[in-house]
């Protein structure tokens, strides 16, 4: 895929960020001609007309449902949350990779992470899109969806419990979204600014006009800008560690054997940042190499995301060793049943997959290659992404499937609603997802520009600039 | 302030523009305005540089501030909220647990607080940067357009008191300005165009139609017969007691008794033992209260280890409403009118006279089935246990009633130092 910059990349010094020879006006052309070419690639079209139809599929079903009831689904006695749970949970874990390398990796001086994070944060906010559908659709009577807000009302003349998981669930989501979404725009404003003023269409001007909100990139609006993101990342960063393991309150707060863990909120964290990663590497490669940004996001990037997606694989392994040391330790016999029952049970086979993807496939990043070779790296993304939905799926089928009472036990099979469902969750993904690659910058520009070298200015920029602004005085 | 040559009846000069060839020429340029006295100067960049705010003389932002208190007051607020809705508006009553727990009204107070200080972040940022404004006389410069891609400029405002058209322009140039162009804005406000305030009219007074309707069929009755927008969840099909079906031969929605089972507890083969009573043979009604013969003796050989484990079962059934001493003021109860609930009833003190009076089978029928408000613990505890648990209360009320003479000869001296 891109031996080219392979070849290229172990001569670059290592602070190097950008493959290429680039300078400001470059940059801003790479970036910008995607958005404003007549035509998308056709592969953009091939990829937008499939999605939209599993989109459409999505939100058909979703009307399905509300007319007949939850009954479409899979779920009933003893499996009261199946796949739309699952579905939640492997998606707001997708969704913890965006506002990590924005945030987290921003406090900690991690340059690289400018070429990607616009990216990452898109992918969030589209992955927190899809999880919000399936718990608000999972509520039954969908129509009386705002009782869950507390609002002073005559009707239920009551409020809701604030020491519920599953309320404090309903406040870290939406938080995160909101939050997500506000970084995201505001790191875009200066970038929107440049494609206001690049603009030649009407439509173009007003839109990215009204979108950059009179944007003129002055030091006195770069110097609060500036303030303004760094306390964002820092309200970010203990805000992405706090909405999965709010997640998995709603899991280990209950007392179900298999859930009722204290291991699970950084055991959640960790898979949460492990299957985000998987998913921005899945979407980041075909990206760059569609719409020619290969040297902005390059092999170092990509390099980078698989040596964090290494740790947080291990860190998850780990966790799944501890649940059973700790089953084991603790001595209690319902809980121990529950993890054997895991590995050995009905579920086996889910159990199992989940482990080859998850614990052992990321191992394959300890080589070389592996890290380097793109086509590859997707590849056993993809694996973890697999193997990341089997992991809330066991959690969350097998514990319920098989609790305290033998009588009680049953086996959980999801419908085609179920299955098309998910897949429709792709397709909601992918269409947003492509429509931000379309009309978005799809590279934080200015940040770029922030962090790479300062390009030979008499040779370039000086030309340049001479030659339109006149003699000099 | 002086006028201007560019200067037109429809607009007046706002100030200088000089565009720079690069970062270090426009810093540089900076430097030199501000040393010449030049106070209302601002940079144009593609991204920041922050040797320019030195240069500008850019004061720091109050924007930190302004995060703090917004998040102090969200997060303080929505304490407060939760407290007031979960402990005064809406007692919620989980558990005996109490009312407020901080700690289960983190997670919530946290979220806000962050929810809270990132809008103040964002807007505060807007806010303090006079944005949005969608028309400026920099967006008209065709020439500005680079500022966003990789041009940087300086700008001198016309209200800047060293400002000159003149000599301005000049000074510039010296500094290394490539282009200086001249800033105009009207003086004539062009109004909105009348279609657009007129449909905004329109479309916002048929926004609040939807919420006035609902509004008002909420607050109205009607005549009506109720919509039922999901039949099968207001009318389920399914059977009450007492009610007909068509399922079975004799038409009656409940089955009667499958013949050889028996129901839970109805099988005594040793009344004494099993209920604690036997029932005066004669008596065609289940017998009650006075009919009953109470056991006086306690159906098991009595033993010191049939004692402890007495012991043990009332400490862990019992105790947590009479106490460990059977006083009636067990952690419960104690919890129960520290917060004045109204429906608790004390429980009864199992020294009272006409407890002590009673037979130890009347015991062990209270624990069987409970007695009044006393919820029955026969469904939770072992026959044995329950007897061994009638012999500790025994032994509890022999204890307030002892003399002298039931402590071993050996520990009497030492009685006194026990107080």
Not at chain 2, 121 to 145: D, I, Q, T, Y
Not at chain 2, 152 to 176: C, E, H, K, M, N
Not at chain 2, 339 to 348: D, N, R, Y
Request: charged letters at 15%.
């Amino acid at each position: 895929m891109s031996t080219a910059n392979l070849a290229l990349n172990p001569e670059l010094p290592p602070d190097r960020l950008l493959d290429g020879d680039h300078d400001y006006r470059s940059i801003t052309d790479t970036v910008c001609q995607i958005v404003e070419r007549p035509q998308p690639p056709k592969a953009w079209y091939v990829a937008f007309a499939v999605s939209s139809v599993l989109t459409v599929i999505l939100f058909g079903l979703v009307g399905y449902l509300f007319v007949t009831g939850v009954g479409v689904w899979g779920n009933n006695a003893p499996v009261f949350w199946g796949w739309p749970i699952v579905n939640f949970v492997f998606w707001v874990g997708i969704g913890h990779a965006g506002t990590l390398i924005s945030a987290i990796l921003f406090l900690f001086r991690q340059h690289w992470r400018t070429s990607i994070n616009r990216f990452a944060e898109a992918m969030t906010i589209f992955a927190v899109v899809c999880a919000g559908l399936f718990p608000g659709i999972h509520v039954g009577r969908v129509w009386l969806v705002y009782w869950l807000a507390p609002y002073p009302s005559q009707h239920l003349a009551m409020w809701p419990n604030f020491r519920s998981p599953l309320l404090w669930d309903v406040f870290a989501v939406s938080t995160y979204a909101t939050v997500s979404l506000l970084f995201w725009y505001m790191g875009m404003i200066p970038d929107l600014a440049t494609l206001r003023d690049r603009a030649t269409t009407r439509v173009r001007q007003v839109a990215y006009g009204i979108a950059a909100l009179g944007w003129t990139g002055s030091a006195r609006q770069w110097s609060r800008y500036e303030k303004a993101y760094m306390l964002l990342a820092a309200l970010a960063t203990p805000l992405v560690l706090s909405v999965h393991t709010i997640v998995s309150f709603d899991f280990a707060v209950s007392q179900i054997p298999g859930w009722h863990t204290t291991i699970f909120p950084p055991y959640f964290v960790a898979g949460a940042i492990f299957s985000g990663f998987a998913m921005v590497i899945t979407l980041v490669v075909p990206a760059r190499a569609f719409f020619g940004l290969k040297d902005l996001v390059t092999i170092r990037h990509l390099e980078n995301m698989t040596k964090i997606m290494l740790a947080t694989g291990s860190m998850v392994g780990f966790a799944y060793a501890i649940e059973f040391f700790i089953a084991w330790y603790g001595g209690n016999p319902y809980e121990q049943f529950a993890f054997i029952n895991r590995a050995l049970g009905p579920y086996a086979w889910a159990y199992w997959t989940m482990v080859t993807c998850n614990v052992i496939s990321p191992q394959l990043f300890w080589f070389k290659k592996f890290r380097t070779t793109p086509w590859l790296m997707v590849v056993v993304s993809i694996f973890i992404n697999i193997g990341m939905w089997f992991e809330r799926f066991v959690i969350t089928v097998t514990s319920l499937s098989r609790d305290f009472l033998p009588s009680s036990w049953g086996y959980f099979k999801p419908t085609a609603v179920d299955v098309l469902m998910l897949i429709g969750s792709f397709g909601l993904f992918f269409t947003l997802f492509l429509l931000f690659c379309r009309y978005l910058p799809m590279v934080a520009m200015a940040e770029v520009k922030a962090v790479m070298p300062k390009p030979d200015t008499t040779a370039k920029v000086g030309n340049t600039a001479s030659a339109e602004g006149g003699p000099q005085a | 302030m002086t006028t201007h040559s560019a200067d037109t009846p429809q607009s007046h000069t706002v100030g200088l523009l000089a565009e720079f060839a690069s970062q270090d020429e426009l810093i540089q340029a900076g430097r030199t305005m501000r040393s010449a006295g030049y106070t209302s100067l601002d940079a144009y960049t593609p991204f920041p540089i922050h040797e320019l705010d030195e240069a500008l003389g850019v004061r720091p932002t109050r924007l930190p501030w302004l995060v703090l208190a917004a998040g102090l007051v969200g997060g303080i607020s929505i304490l407060a909220f939760q407290w007031w809705t979960n402990a005064v508006d809406y007692p919620m009553l989980i558990s005996g647990k109490p009312l407020f727990s901080l700690p289960a009204n983190i997670p919530v107070t946290f979220e806000v607080i962050v929810l809270s200080a990132a809008f103040a972040a964002f807007l505060g940022m807007l806010a303090l940067n006079g944005l949005p404004r969608l028309a400026s006389p920099l967006l008209r410069s065709v020439r500005f357009a680079r500022a966003t891609s990789d041009g940087f400029f300086l700008s001198v405002a016309a209200t800047d008191p060293s400002f000159d058209p003149q000599a301005t322009p000049a000074a510039l140039r010296q500094a290394g300005a490539t282009e200086v162009e001249t800033l105009t804005e009207s003086t004539t406000q062009q109004p909105l165009p009348r279609f657009l305030g007129m449909s905004l009219v329109v479309v916002g007074s048929l926004a609040v139609l939807p919420p006035l309707i609902i509004a008002g069929a909420r607050s109205t009755t009607s005549e009506k017969p109720r919509l039922h927008n999901v039949f099968n969840m207001d009318f389920q099909p399914k059977f009450k007691s007492q009610t007909t079906s068509q399922l079975f031969a004799d038409g009656r929605a409940m089955r009667p008794r499958i013949p050889g089972t028996v129901p839970r507890g109805s099988l005594p083969t040793n009344p004494e033992y099993e209920f604690g009573y036997v029932e005066p043979a004669a008596a065609a009604e289940p017998a009650a209260g006075d009919a009953r013969q109470w056991v006086e003796e306690i159906p098991l050989r009595v033993t010191s280890e049939l004692m402890e484990r007495g012991r043990e079962r009332f400490n862990i059934h019992c105790a947590v409403c009479h106490g460990r001493a059977g006083f009636g003021n067990g952690l419960v109860s104690q919890r129960a009118i520290e917060l004045q609930q109204g429906t608790w009833v004390p429980p009864t003190s199992i020294h009272t006279q006409y407890v002590v009076e009673q037979p130890v089978g009347q015991l062990f029928n209270t624990i069987t089935n409970g007695v009044r408000k006393m919820p029955a613990y026969g469904h939770q505890i072992p026959v044995e246990d329950r007897w061994a648990i009638v012999l500790y209360v025994r032994a509890l009320q022999r204890s307030q009633q002892a003399s002298l003479e039931d402590v071993p000869e050996d520990i009497r001296p030492t009685l006194r130092e026990l107080n």
